[in-house]
């Protein structure tokens, strides 16, 4: 039996859709419905099994979700196997766990020779919640199960509540998907990190949409919102129509107004984008949704949704030497590029790069922010440090946030005319954790990456009665990533964060922690001191020589812009 298969029940059981059926009044033409899963086939033990044997076995086998995990059952006592609580919860532990047998029955005095223990140890990575959503959480796993012989053959006693699952079974057979709901202030959609068995295919959009009507997941339910209301339900399982249409009917959502059904249809069509057909039929008790606009695509939901990343015409840019530059070279106009300041680190706003805000070295030697409009005279911003982080902007455009001495979130709003007002974000959950020396604001400003004593975190953005907040910081990758010098944000789901150890290391980390890998080291040589990526964009990082690019198709770093030494600090829009 494969390993591989070791996911798919628990979530199925948790999430799988609960459909009504077709309502008897309908102009919908069913002819095609969401199939259920088909039971896999259901393995056991071999003949003479042997303890250790028989656990690694029981591991592999609570992957097969047929008839309430009835092959894992088969490895447990016939009284244990009516007990195992299966739905209990999923931990992704690392590969390969450690089985050794402890002795039971063995050495211990008066023990049965027909009883014997063995331990499972194994690194953990994580858990996943009910609602889909994932938790890192690096630790160490030690689980002694039991065994007798019943009916000459060993059998596990004592099963714990909820089913262990490895690493690599996890990445193959679940799937990360994004429910969608709306930031608070202004109404634009922001992508919720979900995790369902990806098997069977043709289920997933029902299960997707049953963790949209669910809500948000705890780490965003302080800073979003969602057009459904708490009674809102599928009235049938998701159709496609004669005419080739994905038909949604809901109920439970007569007493919204227009511009909430309008977010909702934003809502499906975000959610199921690339998981049904286009366009979606969106309809309310057999009904369209938004009066007079029965059909929808992506095109239509334009007005929630953000710029994922800087405009393709505003380039990188690069801090060497003092000076701020395009990362083909030039530098850039006004006193950032001039040399009338000296620059430690600088960001333009995203998408359009208009606004500028730069770190420099002020007449004492202590750090100062200047911030204006990209190419013009910079005014001085009334903070004074002894050290500032690189600054990172609000999706406003007018809003920009750096770090003062790796402890205090200072904000900056913008006037019309360009006038700066401070403001202190609260953020004592995250500097508990130590000193943050990077910070990054993800472009849908949602949520922050940050470099916090040498570890990668993330903490939610809640913004509410006009005060600023990091809440729930969450570590990510402890005990698998090395110590981090640079964060920055590939994707709304993905990091990208360069490590300050010996050995150079780009990692890519998903937002929930859940998955990472290392690219390629090839031409880099260490301490790596800055990252920056963006979508659509290629990663660049500096390095002890210089400045280097990503290229995918070579899996290696080539050199960027001749000349560039080592503290280079290079930046995209955001």
């Not at 057979?173 to 109404?187: E, H, L, P, S, T």
Request: charged letters at 20%; one cysteine or more; proline letters at 7%.
């Amino acid at each position: 039996m494969s390993l591989r298969r070791a996911l798919l029940l628990v979530l199925a059981l948790l999430l799988a859709a609960g459909c009504a059926g077709v309502p008897e009044s309908s102009d919908v033409e069913v002819v095609r419905s969401v199939p259920a899963a088909e039971p896999l086939a259901v393995d056991g033990p071999a003949p003479g099994t042997s303890p250790f044997r028989l656990v690694r076995d029981f591991i592999e086998a609570t992957g097969n979700p047929a008839d309430g995990h009835a092959a894992a059952r088969a490895f447990l006592t016939e009284q244990a196997a009516r007990d195992w609580n299966d739905g209990q919860g999923l931990t992704v532990i690392e590969d390969s766990p450690d089985t050794p047998v402890s002795g039971l029955g063995a050495t211990g005095a008066g023990e049965p020779v027909d009883a014997r223990g063995v331990v499972v140890r194994a690194a953990t990575v994580g858990s996943v919640n009910r609602d889909g959503s994932f938790v890192a959480d690096a630790g160490q796993l030690t689980r002694q199960l039991d065994l007798v012989r019943e009916n000459a053959e060993w059998r596990i006693t004592d099963p714990r509540p909820g089913v262990l699952v490895e690493r690599t079974a996890f990445e193959q057979n679940y799937r990360q998907v994004r429910i969608f709901f709306a930031d608070r202030g202004r109404g634009t959609l922001v992508p919720d990190m979900r995790w369902l068995a990806a098997r069977p295919d043709a289920t997933v959009a029902g299960r997707v949409l049953d963790l949209l009507l669910g809500g948000p997941s705890g780490t965003l339910r302080d800073a979003v919102v969602s057009g459904l209301p708490p009674d809102a339900r599928l009235r049938s399982n998701v159709l496609v129509d004669s005419q080739g249409r994905t038909v949604i009917d809901l109920a439970g959502v007569g007493g919204l107004s227009e511009a909430d059904r309008r977010l909702v249809a934003a809502q499906l069509v975000s959610t199921l984008d690339g998981l049904v057909r286009s366009p979606l039929r969106l309809l309310a008790d057999g009904q369209p949704l938004v009066e007079g606009k029965p059909e929808w695509r992506t095109m239509d939901i334009a007005p929630y949704t953000s710029a994922a990343g800087p405009s393709p015409d505003v380039l990188g840019k690069v801090v060497y030497d003092g000076r701020l530059r395009d990362l083909d070279g030039d530098p850039v106009a006004g006193p950032a590029g001039s040399g009338e300041l000296w620059v430690r680190s600088a960001t333009q706003s995203s998408p359009n790069g208009e606004q500028l805000a730069a770190v420099v070295d002020g007449p004492d030697g202590r750090s100062q922010l200047r911030v204006g409009h990209t190419g013009r005279a910079m005014t001085r911003v009334p903070l004074n440090a002894g050290s500032m982080t690189r600054p990172t902007w609000r999706p406003s455009g007018n809003e920009v946030w750096t770090v003062i001495d790796g402890r205090t979130v200072a904000g900056v709003a913008l006037s019309e005319t360009g006038e700066p007002t401070t403001y202190q974000v609260d953020a004592a959950e995250l500097a508990g954790l130590g000193p943050i020396t990077d910070l990054r604001l993800s472009r849908d400003g949602m949520r922050v990456a940050a470099v916090v004593g040498g570890r990668l975190v993330v903490a939610t953005v809640v913004s509410s009665e006009g005060l600023v907040s990091l809440r729930q910081p969450r570590e990510l990758g402890e005990a698998n990533l090395p110590r981090s010098a640079s964060v920055d944000w590939a994707r709304a789901d993905l990091l990208m964060v360069a490590s300050s150890e010996s050995g150079p290391q780009v990692s890519e980390v998903s937002v929930d922690g859940a998955v990472y890998s290392s690219l390629s080291s090839t031409n880099l040589t260490a301490p790596l001191t800055s990252v920056a990526a963006a979508p659509g964009r290629e990663t660049v990082v500096a390095d002890a020589n210089g400045l280097w690019a990503y290229s995918e198709s070579q899996q290696a770093w080539e050199p960027l812009l001749g000349g560039i030494g080592p503290g280079a600090a290079p930046a995209y829009p955001g």
